[in-house]
């Protein structure tokens, strides 16, 4: 079974910058596209990023290109999402997860969830 778990969150000011991490386990984490949701109060979960199996492509939503990047390391078995230029409109759950297919902007077609880790950007 693969476990994700997601650190770095925090309380930060508009305009800073912050990485988030997730670290993966159970299974063969090269075989598996990886992706950054984030859910607001009273909001849906949305896309932030994602990142193919081999980090060959990323994709991003338009909200956030050009603030935020993701990566990651498969000898670490961890992908990361590295924010800069922080609104307050970012705060958020943000969640990681992993996912076998090759469609990689749906919620629905990832497979296994971390259990997010909080984002506060203070005005």
């Known amino acids: 079974q693969v476990q994700l778990v997601e650190s770095g969150g925090g309380l930060v000011q508009a305009g800073d910058s912050l990485r988030l991490s997730c670290a993966f386990s159970g299974r063969t984490f090269s075989s598996y596209a990886m992706g950054w949701f984030r859910q607001a109060p009273g909001k849906q979960r949305e896309f932030v990023l994602a990142?193919?199996?081999?980090?060959?492509?990323?994709y991003y939503a338009d909200s956030v290109k050009d603030r935020f990047t993701i990566s990651r390391d498969n000898a670490k078995t961890t992908v990361y999402l590295q924010m800069n230029s922080l609104k307050p409109e970012d705060t958020a759950v943000y969640y990681c997860?992993?996912?076998?297919?090759?469609?990689?902007?749906?919620?629905?077609?990832?497979?296994?969830w971390g259990q997010g880790t909080q984002v506060t950007v203070s005005s």
């Open positions: 997860a992993a996912t076998w297919n090759s469609y990689l902007v749906d919620a629905y077609r990832y497979h296994y």
């Open positions: 990142i193919t199996q081999s980090g060959d492509r990323t």
